[in-house]
């Protein structure tokens, strides 16, 4: 380990994590108005991994088994977990982290389990100030679990440097459906849960996917990563492939470009939960045209 | 209904219980009530559910306990709650709680208990009431 990283880890351990779990309640729970004064500069920020897929994929237990992988090579590692929240009742279970933690149980590991509330993108409300605030404390890696997704909800490209996409033989048919959506925005695929018959196949069925992809961006070729739940060779491939593109970016990445698109992500989701919120307070009469409801709606937002 | 809306509530279940349906159960209803419900699994120790009450600031902490040994598992979490400079975090207890061990266990600090026999719908409004004073009806 480097003398920036012993350093990050003597203040880790002064890290106070009971005023870190609050500061992160208080951004979480914040409304538009407050989120929007409360917005801290940019400071230092982690290393962002996303680690999304359908349902079902094992997301969680790879996340723990992963995150240990990189607490043991030295870095310090928050993990931001999302679980869908009940449109009818609001209430979620955030059951991420009983899968990780059997795995992962380490006091170095920070995790954070977060409900999606009225975010439809795979993320949560609030998430990008949630990141941001975790920017402001001594964590070298943050690892982003989405909530289990389909097709279109690749919202977290935007918000993670290293974006890994998880996969199942069984998800064949998703391949299919996924081929304009997730499918073109991973930096890294992973087919879990490989030892099911179909496996092959659908690596196969992704690099064919890939190579027509390639000459958009020859500098990365995204690797296809077979995993186990028993077997350490997948998950060490999959631990040296984010090192690789980790150092990939280093070199070859316009900063401008990715502050732009995570502005761009922060200022939609603030926009869009104030629709929501104006949406709340309406009671839509049935008659009403469209277009009035609409431009009522619109003026509402000029009025935050 | 949604009366625990926005409450983040934690069901741990620390010592050796073999089964957690009690704990699943609960879990459910409050998810059901508008609580986002942090369910940690069977066997933990109290200086682990401490360090997860604190990462995940929860509003309340509900231990399930069948083992019997409920004295010892809930002075212990509370001091490690205390240790974490969490003891402001409010714990309720659920499970297999003998008649004249309550008292004892509210003197230790506990906001509520509750049992196997007590209606779900009276779980969810006795918590809610207790976490959010204000709001009671």
Same mark, same amino acid.
Do not use: C
């Given at each position: 380990?480097?003398?920036?990283?012993?350093g990050?880890?003597?203040?880790?351990?002064?890290?106070?994590?009971?005023?870190?779990?609050?500061?992160?309640?208080?951004?979480?729970?914040?409304?538009?108005?407050?989120?929007?004064?409360?917005?801290?500069?940019?400071?230092?920020?982690?290393?962002?991994?996303?680690?999304?897929?359908?349902?079902?994929?094992?997301?969680?237990?790879?996340?723990?088994?992963?995150?240990? !992988?990189?607490?043991?090579g030295?870095?310090?590692?928050?993990?931001?977990?999302?679980?869908?929240?009940?449109?009818?009742?609001?209430?979620?279970?955030?059951? &991420?982290?009983?899968?990780?933690d059997?795995?992962?149980?380490?006091?170095?590991?920070?995790?954070?389990?977060?409900? $999606?509330?009225?975010?439809?993108?795979?993320?949560?409300?609030?998430?990008a100030?949630?990141?941001?605030?975790?920017?402001?404390?001594?964590f070298?890696?943050?690892?982003?679990?989405?909530?289990?997704?389909?097709?279109?909800?690749?919202?977290?490209? $935007?918000l993670?440097?290293?974006?890994?996409?998880?996969?199942?033989?069984?998800?064949g &048919?998703?391949?299919?459906?996924? !081929?304009?959506?997730m499918?073109?925005?991973?930096?890294?695929?992973v087919?879990?849960?490989?030892?099911?018959?179909?496996?092959?196949?659908?690596?196969?069925?992704?690099?064919?996917?890939?190579?027509?992809?390639?000459?958009?961006?020859?500098?990365?070729?995204?690797p296809?990563?077979?995993?186990?739940?028993?077997?350490?060779?997948?998950?060490?491939?999959?631990?040296?492939?984010?090192?690789?593109?980790?150092?990939?970016?280093?070199n070859?990445?316009?900063?401008?470009?990715?502050?732009?698109?995570?502005?761009?992500?922060?200022?939609?989701?603030?926009?869009?939960? $104030?629709?929501?919120?104006?949406?709340?307070?309406?009671?839509?009469?049935?008659?009403?045209?469209?277009?009035?409801?609409?431009?009522r709606?619109?003026?509402?937002?000029? !009025?935050? | 209904?949604?009366?625990?809306? #926005?409450k983040?509530?934690?069901?741990?279940?620390?010592?050796?219980?073999?089964?957690?349906?009690?704990?699943?159960?609960?879990?459910l209803?409050?998810?059901?009530?508008?609580?986002?419900?942090?369910?940690?699994?069977?066997?933990?120790?109290?200086?682990?559910?401490?360090?997860?009450?604190?990462?995940?600031?929860?509003?309340?902490? #509900?231990?399930?306990?069948?083992? #019997?040994?409920?004295k010892?598992?809930?002075?212990?979490?509370?001091?490690e709650?205390?240790?974490?400079?969490?003891?402001d975090?409010?714990?309720?207890?659920?499970?297999?709680?003998?008649?004249e061990?309550?008292?004892?266990?509210?003197?230790?600090?506990?906001?509520?208990?509750?049992?196997?026999?007590?209606?779900?719908?009276?779980?969810?409004?006795?918590?809610?009431?207790?976490?959010?004073?204000?709001?009671?009806?």
């Open positions: 380990m480097n003398s920036v990283g012993d990050l880890e003597r203040e880790l351990k002064r890290l106070d994590r009971r005023a870190l779990g609050r500061a992160l309640s208080r951004i979480a729970n914040a409304s538009v108005a407050e989120a929007l004064a409360g917005m801290q500069g940019t400071s230092r920020g982690a290393y962002r991994i996303g680690i999304t897929g359908p349902p079902g994929a094992g997301k969680s237990t790879l996340i723990g088994r992963f995150a240990r !992988k990189r607490l043991d030295g870095a310090q590692v928050a993990v931001v977990a999302i679980d869908p929240s009940s449109p009818l009742t609001h209430g979620a279970i955030l059951g &991420d982290r009983i899968r990780m059997h795995i992962a149980d380490d006091p170095r590991l920070f995790i954070r389990s977060l409900a $999606s509330r009225s975010a439809s993108d795979g993320l949560a409300d609030n998430i100030d949630v990141l941001a605030t975790l920017d402001g404390y001594p070298d890696e943050v690892i982003l679990e989405t909530v289990g997704v389909g097709q279109a909800e690749h919202a977290v490209r $935007s993670v440097d290293t974006l890994v996409l998880v996969l199942i033989p069984e998800s &048919d998703q391949i299919q459906a996924m !081929k304009a959506g499918l073109e925005m991973a930096d890294i695929y087919i879990n849960k490989a030892d099911l018959p179909g496996a092959d196949k659908i690596a196969r069925e992704i690099r064919a996917v890939l190579k027509l992809r390639q000459h958009l961006d020859a500098s990365w070729v995204p296809v990563i077979m995993t186990t739940a028993a077997d350490n060779d997948g998950l060490a491939a999959l631990n040296e492939a984010v090192s690789q593109h980790h150092a990939f970016l280093r070859n990445r316009n900063a401008d470009e990715v502050q732009r698109r995570r502005l761009e992500y922060h200022l939609k989701s603030l926009v869009m939960r $104030s629709v929501a919120e104006i949406l709340a307070k309406e009671s839509n009469s049935a008659t009403e045209p469209l277009h009035v409801a609409y431009a709606v619109v003026a509402g937002l000029g !009025k935050e | 209904m949604s009366n625990l809306k #926005g983040r509530i934690m069901i741990a279940k620390p010592g050796l219980d073999g089964h957690d349906i009690g704990a699943k159960i609960i879990a209803a409050l998810r059901d009530a508008g609580a986002e419900v942090i369910y940690t699994g069977l066997r933990k120790t109290p200086g682990f559910i401490a360090r997860v009450a604190v990462d995940e600031d929860v509003d309340a902490v #509900g231990l399930s306990l069948l083992s #019997g040994s409920h010892e598992l809930v002075a212990e979490t509370m001091r709650l205390k240790a974490l400079n969490a003891s975090i409010p714990v309720f207890v659920g499970g297999t709680i003998p008649a061990d309550r008292a004892m266990l509210m003197d230790a600090g506990v906001v509520g208990i509750f049992t196997a026999e007590m209606r779900l719908d009276d779980v969810v409004s006795e918590l809610a009431r207790k976490l959010s004073p204000e709001q009671a009806a």
